[in-house]
Nanobody, 116 residues
């Protein structure tokens, strides 16, 4: 059974930094993407950043140049370094893995709150 477990969320002041980490356990035959999504109250879940198996990254415009996604293939983890945080970054952040044929796996979510 595949499990994704996030850690690293919390409360931070605007301008601060947080690092989210996601550990993936279980067997996935082929991973297309590993990534992070977020959902703020009253809003739809949105892509924050993702990274391909080959290491190609893409980011939402709103986090470009502030967030960095990385992965460790040996440890089967994906991380999101978030710098220069803004109150509008406040949301529940979800780890996501997309396997073959578009099969999606999700973590339970971790709360990030940025105070002004």
């Amino acid at each position: 059974q595949v499990q994704l477990v996030e850690s690293g969320g919390g409360l931070v002041q605007a301008g601060g930094s947080l690092r989210l980490s996601c550990a993936v356990s279980g067997w996935i035959s082929k991973i297309n993407f590993m990534g992070w999504y977020r959902q703020a109250p009253g809003k739809q879940r949105e892509l924050v950043a993702r990274i391909t198996s080959g290491g190609i990254t893409n980011y939402a415009d709103s986090v470009e140049d502030r967030f960095t996604i990385s992965k460790d293939n040996a440890k089967n983890t994906v991380a999101l370094q978030m710098n220069s945080l803004k109150p509008e970054d406040t949301a529940v952040y979800y780890c996501n893995v997309e396997g073959s044929s578009g099969l999606q796996y999700w973590g339970q979510g971790t709360q990030v709150t940025v105070s002004s």
